[in-house]
């Protein structure tokens, strides 16, 4: 066994989520002015069926969070192997996320990323804070699906695809 001991709760923390591979989704949506603005995330879930509900984390802090904190809607894009590069873009700064061709204007206005396997937009119902991030809970409204692909994994502060060397 490993006897590498994090120096307190915080470390031990990153250190154990860096070592849990998560789904990479997108979310898109635009600031108060018209921007277009997004982020990744590896905290998507389902969370109903009827109606179709899905969540996911933010912090507060984020550049995105006026967005979601003032918006109606979002975009959550699932995101393959293929995506990787738009994954690493969107993880960047907040100025440059959307330079490119890698998103079009979507349904009301917000970006839409191309070739991403799968999309919903969903309007937010709820904003839960949660110490100094918020849980958001949002309520399916549109979709469309792209072509399969592996996913792509978020682990250890890389991107992946399954099967890939460590």
């Not at 709760?9 to 979310?27: E, K, L």
């Not at 982020?39 to 009827?50: G, I």
């Not at 179709?52 to 894009?77: C, D, K, Q, Y």
């Amino acid at each position: 066994m490993d006897d590498t001991r994090p120096a307190d709760d915080t470390a031990a923390f990153r250190h154990a989520f860096r070592r849990h591979a998560a789904g990479v989704v997108a979310i898109t949506t635009v600031l108060p002015d018209g921007t277009p603005a997004g982020f990744t995330a590896t905290s998507v879930a389902s969370l109903a069926a009827d109606p179709p509900l899905v969540t996911f984390n933010m912090a507060r802090t984020a550049s995105t969070w006026p967005a979601v904190a003032e918006g109606t809607h979002v975009i959550v894009h699932m995101l393959g192997a293929r995506n990787r590069t738009a994954a690493e873009r969107l993880a960047g700064p907040a100025g440059r996320r959307f330079e490119g061709d890698h998103w079009t204007p979507g349904p009301l206005g917000i970006p839409l990323l191309r070739d991403v396997t799968a999309w919903m937009l969903v309007r937010i119902v709820d904003r839960v804070a949660v110490a100094s991030a918020a849980v958001v809970v949002a309520q399916v409204e549109d979709g469309g699906l792209g072509e399969p692909d592996v996913p792509l994994i978020y682990h250890e502060r890389q991107y992946w695809r399954p099967g890939d060397p460590a």
